[in-house]
């Protein structure tokens, strides 16, 4: 199925029974398909909705350089429009990102949410690696002049190549504008505001949202709990994911 939002388009799909729908919200770089086993062995007990954010799957890319915000309340007018007043969520690494976001925006359409993975914090080296990077447009004007407009775009290209992360060189220019917005939002200031029931199962050995930004998430939000999984990394639900879906199936209960 299909939502339509002017020029924005978004792939869904629901199944099972129940109330209160559980709202699968996938990572960067994923799809409906990331929760394939979350959505088989769910069914029987929830209502799910699973959906491709604009730019993944089976949805088109947005109609600008989206920010976080800007996927928050699209994800809002759509459940407006299929009448769901009240959520639970479900959400890994960048649909974390979004669930915060719907949180701050309307606290009292989530009920329970899990967050595996969660992005969304900074960590004080990531925000003074921005000023650095700030304080460098000297240089970069500089090298213009050197190098020249070609020069430069053939040396940014090379470093992106060579440096850059997996998700920013595998997305395309417009989702590439997208991710440079994404990370650079501090949602810190979501958490102390939260209502909803909040399960954070963590890896322990996660990279790409450390654990540090799980225990944060667990002091910060009001009722909150962490759960480490020894030994797993970012896609800590599918690395033990038969341990996953026993806490998923108990924290969803109704």
Not at 37 to 61: C, H, M, T, Y
Not at 94 to 100: N, Q, Y
Not at 199 to 224: Q, S
Request: glycine share 8%; proline share 4%; aromatic share 10%.
């Amino acid at each position: 199925m299909e939502y339509i939002n002017g020029s924005d388009r978004l792939h869904y799909e629901i199944t099972g029974e129940g109330s209160v729908p559980v709202l699968l919200l996938h990572g960067w770089g994923g799809s409906t398909q990331s929760w394939l086993p979350v959505w088989r062995d769910l069914q029987a007990q929830r209502r799910l909705i699973n959906l491709d954010f604009p730019g993944f799957g089976q949805s088109p890319e947005p109609s600008a350089p989206w920010t976080v915000g800007d996927y928050a309340e699209l994800l809002l007018k759509f459940l407006d429009e299929i009448n769901e007043p009240r959520v639970d969520i479900v959400a890994h690494s960048f649909g974390g990102r979004v669930a915060l976001k719907m949180n701050s925006l309307r606290p009292e359409l989530v009920r329970r949410q899990l967050f595996t993975g969660c992005a969304g914090l900074r960590s004080q080296a990531d925000s003074a690696r921005d000023a650095k990077g700030k304080s460098r447009l000297y240089d970069n004007a500089l090298t213009r002049q050197v190098l020249g407009e070609k020069g430069v775009e053939k040396l940014r290209n090379f470093l992106r190549s060579h440096f850059g992360s997996e998700d920013y060189k595998n997305a395309s220019p417009r989702m590439r504008e997208v991710f440079k917005n994404v990370i650079s939002e501090d949602l810190s200031c979501c958490l102390d505001g939260i209502k909803a029931s909040t399960l954070l199962v963590w890896g322990e050995n996660d990279t790409a949202t450390p654990l540090w930004m799980g225990k944060e998430m667990e002091k910060r939000i009001p009722d909150a709990a962490l759960i480490v999984f020894q030994g797993a990394g970012h896609f800590a639900y599918l690395e033990q994911y038969q341990r996953f879906i026993a806490i998923a199936k108990q924290f969803l209960s109704d």
